[in-house]
Antibody
Framework: QVQLVQSGAEVKKPGASVKVSCKASGYIFTSYDINWVRQATGQGLEWMGWMNPNNGDTGYAQKFQGRVTMTRDTSINTAYIELSSLRSEDTAVYYC????????WGQGTLVTVSS | DIQMTQSPSSLSASVGDRVTITCRASQGIRYYLAWYQQKQGKVPKLLIYGASTLQSGVPSRFSGSGSGTDFTLTISNLQPEDAATYYCQRYDSVPRTFGQGTKVDI
């Protein structure tokens, strides 16, 4: 069965960077885009961007341009999102999801930004 | 960017009721519209894609309709386990914007 398993919770200081992983199994990793979505506590879902694991192409929401990088390691079927220059407003649960429609999600990774 | 606007933002209904949530896109997105259910503290769950195709395993009391700019999610015979927040999302192109969510209380 399709599974997306994310890395564990992170606590970071303002200005730091965080890198979250998403390990895929149960399907051909390079056949489906991975998208990233985040959700602050009590807030809605916010789309961050997409990555094509086959060729590494990416597309980011304008809000995160310059601060976000999505990469992958096809040898271990894992996608990554790195967010830099963290601020308190980046405190949220970060999800990976398999495109085109998100029938499969990771379990979420809580990133807390606090001094 | 195309905006996705849901209404209402919240509603309260009773078991057995029929509930309708609407989602409007600021420009046409053909039928590239998905609906998700998110229960408190849980991962979102895909209910419907292609505006009206029920995801495998989702109860048939959920249905979706619409195309272009106006879409609806209908829950017939509302059940206690349907208490959740529901989101629409466009996926015709990027950014794949979500609606702001509709909280359903029972």
């Amino acid at each position: 069965q399709v599974q997306l398993v994310q890395s564990g919770a992170e606590v970071k200081k303002p200005g730091a960077s965080v890198k979250v992983s998403c390990k895929a199994s149960g399907y051909i990793f390079t056949s489906y885009d991975i998208n990233w979505v985040r959700q602050a506590t009590g807030q809605g879902l916010e789309w961050m961007g997409w990555m094509n694991p086959n060729n590494g192409d990416t597309g980011y929401a304008q809000k995160f341009q310059g601060r976000v990088t999505m990469t992958r390691d096809t040898s271990i079927n894992t996608a990554y999102i790195e967010l830099s220059s963290l601020r308190s407003e980046d405190t949220a649960v970060y999800y990976c999801a398999r495109a085109p429609q998100y029938g499969n999600w990771g379990q979420g990774t809580l990133v807390t930004v606090s001094s | 960017d195309i905006q996705m606007t849901q209404s209402p933002s919240s509603l309260s209904a009773s078991v057995g009721d029929r509930v309708t949530i609407t989602c409007r896109a600021s420009q046409g997105i053909r039928y590239y519209l998905a609906w998700y259910q998110q229960k408190q503290g849980k991962v979102p769950k895909l209910l419907i894609y292609g505006a009206s195709t029920l995801q495998s395993g989702v109860p048939s009391r959920f249905s979706g309709s619409g195309s272009g700019t106006d879409f609806t999610l209908t829950i017939s015979n509302l059940q206690p386990e349907d208490a959740a927040t529901y989101y629409c999302q466009r996926y015709d192109s990027v950014p794949r914007t979500f609606g702001q969510g509709t909280k359903v209380d029972i």
